[in-house]
C-alpha cells in the first residue's frame, strides 16, 4: 500500500495499459473473423421456390364477403342532428319521448307510426279529422278502411258518410173503431169520411185496403180491468201486404220514412220512403233501396251489388 500512494501515477498509468491490450486484441479477433462472415455471405444463396398451400375457408369466407357486401345502415337523423323527440306527459310526470317508439297514441285509434308512414304530423292536434288528399274522408276514416291518405283515389265507400237522424212514423189514416158480431166500423183519422160498416171480404171504399180476418182479443190491465184489444187484418189488394188494425187505436203507417244525413263535403239531408230507391252524389247511378227502419237504425240494400248495409246515427257497416 505505500507503494501505491507513492506510485499512484504508475498505478493508473499501469490499468490504462492493460485496458488498452485488451480492446486491440477484441480488435484483432473481429478482424480475423470478418473474413469468415464475408466468405459466408459472398456464397451461394439457396432460393426456397416452394409455394406454401393456401387456407381454403379463408378463401372462402373472403368471397362470401365478397358477393354479400355489407349494408350501408341509414338512420331517420343526421350526423348532427338526432331523431325527434318531444316532452309528453306520462303518468302525471312529463318525459322526453321518441314518438316513433313510445307506446303512447297521440291520436287513439290510430298508431303514431301510420303517420310517418304516409308523412304526416302526429303532432297536429286537428290530425283525425285532417284531409290531405282533399276527398272528402278524414284521416281516421282513411286508417279505418286501410285507405292512403294523400291519395284521393283511395277512400271508403260513399255510404260510410251516411247517418240516420230520424225514423219519421206517420199514422195510419184508417182506425179500427168497433164492431158488433161480424161488422166492423172503419173511420178515418183525420174524419173527412163517414164511418164504413163492412164485413170479412169487403174492400174499403176510398183505399186499396179489404178486410181479411177478425181475432177477438183481451187482457187484464193492473186494476183488474178488462181491456179490449181485438185485432182487424187488412191486406193491400196491390202489394199483399198484410197490416193489423187494433181496436180503438191509431197504427204507424207502412208508409214509413228514414231522413238520413249525408256527410259528404257538409251535410246534406235525404229523405226516403221505405221499399224506394234513393242515390248520393257523386255517384249518382248507384241505388240504394231503404228496405226496413225503426228508431235505432234503417237497413239499407244497395241495388248494384244486393248488398245490405246498416245505418245508425253513428254510422253506417255492412249488415251481418
Known sequence: ???????????????????????????????????????RIGGEVKINRAIPPSDAARIKTAKQEALNPPAWK?????????????????????????????????????PNDWFYEHNLDPLD??????????DGFSNLEK????CDPNDPNSHPPYWTKLRLARFIKIPFRLKFAAYDADTFQI?????RQPSQFLKAGDQILGTK????????????????????????TIQNIETQQNLTLILDKVIDSPDSFGLFKYLWRGSTDIQVKKDKAFSINPEPTVQYKLI?????????????????????????????
Not at 500512494?5 to 470478418?34: D, H, M, P
Not at 331523431?83 to 302525471?92: C, E, S, T
Not at 173511420?187 to 174524419?191: E, H, K, L, M, P
Not at 245490405?308 to 255492412?318: F, I, P, Q
Request: proline content about 5%.
Open 209 to 232: 185496403f179489404k178486410i181479411i180476418k177478425f181475432d177477438k182479443k183481451t187482457h187484464t190491465d193492473a186494476n183488474g180491468v178488462g181491456i179490449d184489444d181485438s185485432e182487424l
Open 143 to 146: 286508417w279505418k278502411w286501410n
Open 1 to 39: 500500500m505505500q507503494w501505491l500512494k507513492k506510485n499512484y501515477e504508475q498505478f493508473i498509468l499501469i490499468c490504462f495499459s492493460a485496458l488498452l491490450c485488451g480492446v486491440a486484441t477484441f480488435l484483432i479477433l473481429r478482424a480475423q473473423a470478418f473474413s469468415d462472415i464475408f466468405a
Open 74 to 110: 341509414t338512420y331517420p337523423s343526421s350526423l348532427y342532428v338526432s331523431q325527434a323527440y318531444i316532452l309528453y306527459r306520462v303518468a302525471g310526470a312529463i318525459k322526453l319521448v321518441n314518438p316513433k317508439t313510445t307506446p303512447f297514441q297521440f291520436h287513439p285509434p290510430i
Open 187 to 191: 173511420n178515418t183519422i183525420d174524419v
Open 125 to 134: 292536434p286537428n290530425a283525425l279529422e285532417d284531409d290531405p288528399s282533399s
Open 292 to 320: 226496413d227502419i225503426d228508431a235505432a237504425h234503417a237497413l239499407i240494400q244497395n241495388l248494384k251489388t244486393g248488398e245490405n248495409l246498416n245505418v245508425t246515427s253513428s254510422g253506417a257497416e255492412k249488415a251481418h
